[in-house]
């Protein structure tokens, strides 16, 4: 299974909600270094913070729900760019 593929999954299972966001943010920390691409390090580093953070931080950011629309958008940049990076690095 490629990275972007792993990444995918990991959308999916987000949100269908099957994954917690300690465990998201675990399997990510294992994705962060599939690329030496700072771009691709950032967007996935970005999505393990917002997942972290508690739901009081989350506040500060219109809610539980904006924050992990947030979380989202970040992996699916992250996504988009693993596969442009397939077979490059």
């Known amino acids: 299974m490629t990275t972007e593929d792993q990444l995918q999954s990991r959308i ?3 949100s269908s909600r099957s ?3 300690n ?3 675990r399997e990510l920390r294992g994705l962060r270094d599939a690329f ?5 390090r950032k967007k996935v580093r970005n999505a393990i913070e917002w ?3 508690s739901s009081q931080e989350a ?5 539980e729900q904006q924050v992990h629309e947030f979380m989202l958008s970040e ?14 690095e």
């Open 12 to 14: 999916q299972r987000w």
């Open 23 to 25: 465990e998201i943010a």
């Open 51 to 53: 997942a972290e953070m």
């Open 75 to 88: 992996l699916t940049v992250a996504t988009r760019v693993a596969g442009q990076l397939k077979g490059k």
């Open 36 to 40: 030496a691409n700072t771009y691709y």
């Open 59 to 63: 506040q500060e950011y219109g809610g």
């Open 19 to 21: 994954i917690s966001t």
